[in-house]
């Protein structure tokens, strides 16, 4: 067993939106922890980890890895309950902050990864930025060819994740109006449900701190939206952040309804189209959106995504079911999960 058995260790890659997430909502809830580069010295130990995806989690005494970054984050809570916790006390504004988290996690990462792998100066800085970090005893050419490789596999992932040429006026739209609404809101303190983070921040954060790094969405970023920039670089440590969440009767900010109302336009729309091409057993599903088209292959893992809302939804009871159906109905997410 490698490091520190008495804390916690976490093994990713800065250039992974996931792990950045994991690792900010681990410095905020001071939980004492190792955070470890992923590179070949250190694949040995994580060989039997399935999905063997970054970030991967050690608890303190165990020896295997969990992962899966949301599932981790509730595992978490439970581990260390009211321990400086990112999800609201109100039921209500739990699942709102979940089901943001639950977009920036399955869709607002199709903008992470277009910027990324779809313009040149994005895939050079990118691919050489992760083969860095990746790939430290390398050096040269066997380096460059390190970058040359991973930049060719995820660019051939393109098409199975949704960024297509077809599809890039949707997912931009997508970043500009996530940037617009965070930009009217977010601060050192002040965040989508109170002065504290929540679950809903973290989520948004882990896909951010990427774009705020790869050029392309970086300019756009500090041509547009430099508060939200700012934010970002302050929520990776928020340690030292205390405060308060939204009173349940207190309206919701504007940003935070303006997200709902996305996920309503956007995402949700999305997942119903994928669940109905999933249960047909089609292989592709397509659906248009004012911006223009949207197509991808079928994933088994966002009819689970759906699966779980509605549950979450139907398990909200009294004020706080009535009071978040409202707002649900609102900004036009109530259909999609009541089906």
């Known amino acids: 067993m490698t490091g520190n058995?008495?804390?916690?260790?976490l093994i990713g890659a800065l250039g992974s939106p996931y792990s950045?997430?994991?690792?900010?909502?681990m410095r905020y809830r001071h939980l004492a922890h190792d955070w470890v580069l992923r590179t070949p010295r250190n694949r040995a130990e994580t060989a039997d980890v399935k999905p063997n995806l970054v970030p991967m989690l050690r608890y303190p005494g165990e020896s295997h890895y969990r992962v899966d970054s949301t599932p981790l984050a509730y595992d978490l809570e439970a581990r260390?309950?009211?321990h400086r916790s990112i999800i609201p006390t109100d039921p209500g504004m739990a699942f709102l902050s979940h089901l943001l988290e639950d977009m920036a996690d399955e869709w607002l990462t199709k903008a992470m990864f277009h910027y990324r792998w779809f313009y040149e100066a994005d895939i050079y800085y990118s691919s050489h930025w992760i083969a860095d970090d990746s790939f430290p005893d390398e050096r040269g050419a066997a380096r460059d060819a390190a970058a040359k490789s991973f930049a060719d596999r995820q660019i051939g992932r393109m098409p199975i994740v949704g960024?297509?040429?077809?599809?890039k006026a949707v997912?931009?739209?997508t970043y500009h109006r996530v940037l617009a609404?965070?930009?009217s809101r977010v601060s050192v303190y002040d965040f989508l449900f109170g002065a504290r983070p929540a679950l809903a921040d973290f989520g948004l954060f882990g896909q951010l701190k990427t774009l705020a790094t790869d050029p392309t969405p970086m300019a756009i970023m500090r041509a547009t939206a430099q508060k939200t920039e700012s934010w970002l670089r302050q929520l990776d440590d928020a340690s030292g952040i205390d405060g308060a969440w939204l009173d349940p009767g207190e309206d919701l900010p504007d940003a935070t309804l303006g997200l709902l109302a996305l996920a309503g336009e956007y995402y949700l729309p999305f997942l119903l189209a994928?669940?109905?091409?999933?249960?047909?057993?089609?292989?592709?599903?397509?659906l248009t959106y004012d911006k223009g088209p949207y197509s991808q292959g079928t994933f088994g893992?966002?009819?689970?995504c759906l699966v779980d809302l509605r549950r979450r939804l139907a398990d909200l009871s009294g004020d706080a079911a009535e009071r978040t159906r409202t707002i649900l109905q609102t900004a036009g997410c109530l259909q999609a999960l009541d089906q």
């Open 163 to 167: 960024c297509t040429p077809e599809n």
């Open 80 to 82: 260390h309950p009211g």
């Open 20 to 25: 950045m997430k994991l690792r900010a909502i």
């Open 301 to 304: 893992y966002q009819v689970k």
């Open 5 to 9: 058995t008495d804390r916690y260790r």
């Open 171 to 173: 997912i931009e739209d």
């Open 274 to 286: 994928n669940a109905a091409a999933v249960e047909k057993g089609e292989a592709t599903f397509a």
């Open 181 to 183: 609404l965070l930009e």
